[in-house]
């Protein structure tokens, strides 16, 4: 792979940067901003989980707010973007606790840009297989993530964008109780500041375009599932 052909399959990607050191910081995302990635700067955990749309996270372990282990296990039950630890630390035990905190990889500082670029395309390349090959079958209901397609009883039903994500939300787990909140931080930007009953006219519409309105079951106050079948 040439580095042009490995720039561009970084290109447009939103990294998270998540790093209190500030120069260590900027010269990060001068490096991915060359790479073509479109790179988010937060300083703490709280300001980390402010920017839950990002596609990779880049995330040091000593911030100044929180524990980053406690901050890897945070984000991974909120977002499903690769996470890169990228942290001083470098003994057997820390890596094998951040890798089983969620963390897709962990690399030691000092490491080379080019290394990190490497890791971070191998980090999308299993993300996007995955998403490739994961068909949600619950019932009557197909939910295909490659193909962003979704049928009922073999019937192809068409939804905008935003209507597919909260599906995907809901169906990730069948019978779970995905609360208002997750479904914000998942399908929408994170800074959305407008009505929350934006979200009651996704699912109205979703209920209609499934063709069983019980399908979808609300839990008032708290949020939405799919019924269990």
């Not at 019978?175 to 009953?197: C, M, N, Q, S």
Request: glycine share 8%.
């Amino acid at each position: 792979m040439t580095i042009a052909t490995a720039n561009r399959a970084l290109a447009g990607v939103h990294v998270l940067v998540v790093e209190d050191d500030g120069p260590i910081g900027e010269q990060l995302v001068r490096g991915l901003s060359r790479a073509g990635c479109r790179v988010d700067l937060v300083g703490s955990a709280a300001a980390a989980l402010s920017h839950l749309d990002a596609e990779l996270i880049l995330l040091d372990l000593g911030l100044p707010d929180g524990d980053g282990i406690e901050l890897c296990e945070r984000l991974r039950t909120v977002t499903s973007a690769p996470i890169l630890v990228v942290t001083a630390r470098d003994t057997e035990q820390e890596r094998v606790t951040a890798l089983d905190a969620g963390a897709d990889d962990y690399l030691a500082k000092p490491f080379g840009f080019a290394e990190l670029l490497a890791r971070m395309r191998a980090a999308l390349r299993r993300v996007r297989a995955d998403d490739a090959r994961a068909v949600v079958r619950h019932g009557p209901l197909t939910v295909d993530l490659g193909a962003q397609r979704v049928a009922v009883d073999g019937t192809e039903v068409s939804l905008t964008a935003k209507e597919f994500d909260i599906l995907t939300c809901l169906a990730a787990e069948p019978g779970r109780l995905v609360t208002r909140e997750e479904i914000f931080d998942r399908a929408w930007d994170a800074h959305w500041y407008g009505p929350t009953k934006v979200l009651d006219v996704h699912i109205a519409a979703l209920r209609r375009k499934l063709g069983d309105a019980s399908l979808i079951e609300t839990v008032y106050g708290r949020g939405f599932r799919l019924r269990q079948l």
